[in-house]
């Protein structure tokens, strides 16, 4: 599969990144401006910074702007987010219901990793 797939992995990266910073940004949306079935929290508060940086840093991502310390800064927050709001429910991600904020750390984390690579505007 490595021979098949692997001269397009710059692309697939690409559409990884891409896709991950548009679903990130929308909890965004729903924290700053209670559409998408959220529920609009304060800008001035732990949830609407959460809000900022889910909004703006979804965008920055998925357009390639920043990548790496933008990611970085994301990653950052879904730790924060697992350890105050789920880890507190239970040691195991999929019985506390964190499991995608872990895996929205470890992939946030592996974005900041390789940057915005392709189509980016960078």
């Known amino acids: 599969m490595q ?20 679903l990130f940004a929308q909890h965004g949306v729903q ?10 929290q304060p800008l001035l508060s732990q949830f609407g910074l959460a ?4 909004l703006f840093g979804g965008l920055a991502i998925a357009l390639g702007l920043f990548t790496s310390p933008v990611a970085f800064v994301a990653s950052g927050q879904m730790a924060v987010a697992y350890f105050q709001a789920h880890l507190p429910r239970g040691f195991w991600p ?15 984390l592996y974005i900041a990793s390789r940057g915005s690579g392709k189509w980016s505007l960078r």
């Open 3 to 22: 021979s098949l797939l692997g001269k397009y992995s710059a692309y697939f990266y690409a559409l990884l990144r891409i896709v991950a910073g548009l």
């Open 51 to 54: 809000g900022v940086i889910e």
């Open 94 to 108: 999929i019985q506390n219901g964190g499991e995608l904020a872990v895996l929205n750390c470890f992939l946030l």
């Open 31 to 40: 924290k700053l401006f209670g559409l998408l079935g959220g529920t609009q």
